[in-house]
């Protein structure tokens, strides 16, 4: 797997852009042997196959970051409600306070206004979570077929160097003859890995557009989430808040 078998096959000078961990690094040399042994027995398919798998992963420390951007958003939303976050102070802690130390017309309005809130945040936290869950799991199939995809490249091209043994270091015509019909084996070798690594090409294709279906879906639904309109002037009225005193059970609604 040599400059030889390379020829032809554009390989970068840094093979690991991404800083990626080991078992993610594109095996550009296992690479260049299968499209430059395809392209000189005349196997169609492999170069365009072994790019879609060179392109398949991105960089999946792009797609982490976009992950825990969105599960942030969730962690966000729901402190923001139930007050789970560092000051434990939420949207429902507010409401118990203006129940628990008001009374009056007021009050009521408040605790209104509240509850919309609450109802408009949790259903936006809904979308978002659905969301960063189907953008994990498309991350996760695509870590996994690229994995076994790139397993697949650097086996079949040691099944190929092992098939051809010497006869890749002699000329092109030479090949021709075949004396030892090793042309076939490596043609039904070639042959194999297309077919199995183009199904690990498909299955990310067939998941990514099920999971964009999906997540258009729940865009869909999240911009029917009303936006939520003003306090109601009531609230606003000073007159119309009235201290409790003992604070105790509130007196209306809420």
Not at 77 to 86: I, M, N, P, Q, W
Not at 128 to 150: C, F
Request: hydrophobic residues 40%.
């Amino acid at each position: 797997m040599g400059s030889r078998t390379t020829k032809g096959y554009p390989v970068p000078a840094d093979h690991n852009p991404h800083n990626l961990p080991e078992e993610l690094i594109f095996p550009w040399g296992a690479a260049g042997t299968l499209v430059t042994t395809a392209e000189r027995i005349g196997v169609p398919g492999v170069r365009t196959l072994i790019d879609s798998i060179q392109t398949m992963l991105g960089n999946p420390n792009e797609a982490s970051a976009t992950t825990t951007a969105w599960q942030t958003a969730v962690q966000e939303l729901t402190s923001a409600v139930d007050g789970s976050g560092t000051n434990n102070i939420g949207l429902l802690t507010a409401k118990d306070e203006l129940g628990a130390r008001w009374n009056g017309t007021a009050r009521e309005a408040a605790v209104a206004y509240v509850d919309r809130i609450v109802t408009t945040t949790n259903s936006i936290r809904d979308a978002i979570k659905s969301m960063a869950t189907q953008i994990d799991e498309l991350r996760t199939v695509i870590m996994t077929n690229y994995k076994e995809a790139i397993a697949l490249i650097t086996e079949y091209a040691q099944n190929v160097v092992e098939t051809a043994g010497g006869m890749m270091a002699f000329a092109d015509d030479l090949l021709k003859f075949d004396p030892t019909g090793v042309i076939d084996s490596l043609t039904d070798c070639l042959s194999k890995f297309v077919e199995l690594a183009g199904k690990k090409v498909q299955l990310v294709i067939e998941f990514r557009d099920s999971v964009m279906t999906i997540i258009q879906g729940i865009k869909n639904n999240a911009v029917t989430i009303p936006v939520q309109s003003a306090i109601a002037p009531a609230a606003l009225d000073n007159a119309g808040w009235q201290p409790r005193h003992p604070v105790g059970k509130p007196v209306g609604n809420g």
